[in-house]
């Protein structure tokens, strides 16, 4: 064998040496197939929290997104595929999530999926929380789920083991659910418990359900109850959401249960959001006295809010004088509130010297307390008005504590000798004792004052 095949032949041997310890080694025989490898997801697409596949992104992609609507859903879906692969493990992802919204997004979906199909483990899994609103979360979402398939078992495993916000809000998602499958076995349940609280968070729950499907029937079953704050509490709770969406029903319904009169203003404060003309003409149809006063009462204290000047229109119709009166004052003192120196306009006109009077101070002593400042401008602007003396007097009964000083120079400029001489002789009275070495300071540069300070 020449020199170069012989070499040849030795390379050959030391690859085939090399070969066979490359494909003995360990490393080589775990190694998969590449036709096995996973493939690069796209962005977005591959996830990874515990292990679990879905297509929202990993939950740092999803908590990274800025947009908060679309990371609590994202954070919903990513919720909903991990629990189905490993309960357990999807839960202990919570701790990763940092802001309490966010928590609450992902496990509402987590334990309402788990608890679909194994409640118990949903159950203890929310005991593992600390004490608050995240617990509360926790088990209304759980006990929905379970009172699916088991309403009345749900409520009473809430009712008897949780306290506080946790059984309230459990109570409450247990009869929005039951009451969408039986109402009337929601309803039965809650008067069972009437008094307790979970009774009365029940009914509310499962009257609110009655007035946006049925109504009629919600409010005839309450009203067959026996007199008392569960029959209260349920017919409130369905004539209120009865009358947001038809008030005129409600109405006519309250019309035909004078017993239940009393309720009136009710219907009253949720047609006036809709038709006030509507709502004041029915408060007057009212034939007990005291309900008319109050039902009107109340549509005029919405209606000021919205539009003082066509509730006023409507007032001056009334017939009672004495009703006139007191809705128009206290349609001024709503007024007052956002508008006063409107309101205080409309007052100015009034013919009748007395009502005159009430009226204004109504108005000032409002916008003294809100705006003094404010109020100061006015006068200002307005020095010689028959109602200026008497917005002088509120000012000055406003600053009389905070800015004795000030309230002195309102005072003093009263044009009615016998108010002037009352409010300064109240300031320097109030001063005097508070702070008498002020007052003395003050009355030195102003020795004028030292009678009225002696008197």
């Not at 629990?83 to 979906?109: C, H, M, R, T, W």
């Not at 009345?152 to 309230?168: D, P, S, V």
Request: glycine residues 4%.
């Amino acid at each position: 064998m020449n020199p170069r095949t012989q070499n040849l032949v030795w390379l050959v041997a030391l690859a085939l040496s090399h070969l066979g310890w490359w494909y003995g080694t360990s490393d080589y025989r775990e190694r998969p197939d590449e036709a096995t490898l996973p493939s690069v997801h796209p962005k977005n697409e591959s996830v990874s929290v515990a292990g679990f596949q879905t297509s929202t992104g990993s939950l740092t992609e999803i908590l990274a997104d800025l947009d908060v609507s679309k990371r609590r859903q994202n954070l919903t879906a990513l919720a909903e595929t991990a629990v189905l692969k490993d309960a357990e493990s999807a839960f202990a992802e919570l701790e990763n999530i940092p802001g309490l919204a966010d928590k609450q997004a992902y496990l509402k979906q987590l334990l309402s999926t788990w608890a679909a199909s194994d409640p118990e483990a949903a159950l203890n899994a929310c005991a593992t929380l600390p004490p608050g609103e995240l617990r509360a979360t926790a088990y209304a979402a759980t006990t929905a789920a379970w009172a699916v398939k088991s309403p009345q078992e749900a409520a009473e495993w809430a009712n008897t083991k949780l306290t506080g916000n946790a059984r309230a809000s459990s109570i409450e998602a247990i009869a929005q659910t039951w009451s969408q499958s039986d109402p009337s076995a929601a309803a039965k349940w809650a008067l069972e418990k009437a008094n307790l609280p979970a009774g009365s968070t029940a009914i509310r729950v499962v009257m609110e359900h009655w007035a946006n499907t049925a109504p009629d029937e919600g409010a005839a079953w309450a009203s067959e109850l026996p007199v008392g704050d569960f029959r209260e509490t349920a017919l409130t709770s369905v004539l209120s959401e009865w009358s947001d969406q038809y008030p005129a029903q409600a109405a006519a319904w309250l019309d035909a249960h004078p017993q239940d009169a009393a309720l009136a203003s009710i219907v009253a404060q949720a047609w006036t959001e809709s038709d006030p003309l509507a709502a004041a003409a029915w408060a007057q149809k009212l034939t007990d006295s005291n309900l008319r006063i109050t039902a009107t009462g109340t549509v005029i204290s919405s209606w000021a809010a919205a539009a003082p000047d066509q509730a006023l229109g409507w007032i001056n119709q009334l017939q009672d004088a004495d009703l006139r009166s007191e809705m128009t004052l206290r349609t001024l003192g709503t007024w007052a509130a956002d508008e006063p120196a409107l309101a205080l306009q409309y007052a100015n006109a009034i013919q009748l010297p007395d009502q005159r009077a009430t009226m204004q101070e109504q108005i000032l002593s409002t916008w003294a307390s809100a705006a003094p400042d404010q109020l100061a401008a006015w006068i200002n602007q307005n020095p010689n008005l028959q109602s200026s003396d008497t917005a002088r007097q509120h000012l000055t009964g406003a600053w009389t504590e905070s800015r004795p000083e000030t309230a002195l120079t309102v005072a003093a400029g009263i044009r009615q000798p016998e108010l002037r001489l009352e409010m300064m002789e109240t300031v320097l009275s109030d001063w005097q004792e508070k702070n008498p070495r002020a007052v003395a300071d003050y009355v030195r540069r102003y020795p004028q004052l030292a009678p009225i300070l002696d008197q």
